[in-house]
C-alpha cells in the first residue's frame, strides 16, 4: 500500500470510527454502556489499531464491583481500556527501559556510542519496584525485576527488593539512577 493510500486508509478509519464511537451514544451524550463500549475495543483490534483483546473477558462482571454511585467512573475506566498480552507488555518494557536509559545517558554522556551508554547504564542502575500493602511474592513489581535480568541481563546486584534500596544507596560514592518498575492493575476491590 503506498504512502498515500495508507494515510487515506487511516484517516478515513478514524474518521468512522469516531462517527461510530459517538452514534453509538444516546441523545444527552451518557457514557456508551459496557457492551457498546466492548463493540468499539473489538472493530479496533479487529482493524488491528490495538491488541487483540482476551475471548474470556468478563466486563459486566467487573463492573459489577462498583455501586451505583460509582459506576459512571468504571465505565469511562472500562473505556478507556487496552489489553496488551504478554509479548506486548514484554516488548514495552524493554522498550521504555532503553528509552529511559538513552535519555538519562545522553544528558551525562554527550557524543558517547550508544553500547558504550548503555553499558553505562547498565552499570549505575538500581532498578526496584513500589512497595505494597502486602508482601506478595507474585507482584507485579518482581515479575518486572526478573523480566530486567532476563531480557534486558542487567545484572542480579542491580536488582533490588524496596526496603534494600536506602540501604544501598547510602553505600554508593557516585550517584546512581533508580527506576521503579511496576504494571497498573485494575482488579475491582
Avoid at 463492573?63 to 509479548?87: G, K, P, Q, V, W
Avoid at 545522553?106 to 508482601?135: C, L, M, Q
Wanted: net charge negative.
Amino acid at each position: 500500500m503506498s504512502d498515500e493510500v495508507e494515510s487515506t486508509f487511516y484517516a478515513t478509519s478514524l474518521a468512522v470510527l469516531s462517527s461510530w464511537s459517538h452514534s453509538t451514544k444516546d441523545a444527552s451524550n451518557s457514557v456508551m454502556t459496557s457492551s457498546e463500549i466492548l463493540q468499539v475495543r473489538r472493530y479496533y483490534s479487529n482493524i488491528h489499531l490495538w491488541p487483540m483483546q482476551p475471548r474470556d473477558i468478563n466486563p459486566d462482571g467487573w463492573l459489577s464491583n462498583f455501586s451505583e454511585d460509582d459506576l459512571s467512573i468504571a465505565r469511562a475506566l472500562l473505556d478507556s481500556f487496552i489489553y496488551f498480552n504478554e509479548e506486548h507488555t514484554k516488548k514495552l518494557f524493554e522498550s521504555s527501559f532503553h528509552a529511559i536509559s538513552s535519555d538519562i545517558e545522553s544528558r551525562k554522556n554527550h557524543g558517547v556510542a550508544v553500547g558504550d551508554a548503555w553499558r553505562e547504564f547498565k552499570s549505575n542502575v538500581i532498578v526496584t519496584y513500589p512497595s505494597g500493602s502486602a508482601n506478595d511474592a507474585a507482584a507485579s513489581g518482581r515479575k518486572f525485576i526478573r523480566e530486567a535480568r532476563q531480557s534486558l541481563k542487567i545484572d542480579e546486584s542491580h536488582l533490588f527488593d524496596p526496603g534494600d534500596v536506602p540501604r544501598h544507596s547510602l553505600t554508593q560514592v557516585e550517584c546512581v539512577d533508580l527506576i521503579f518498575v511496576d504494571d497498573i492493575s485494575i482488579t475491582g476491590e
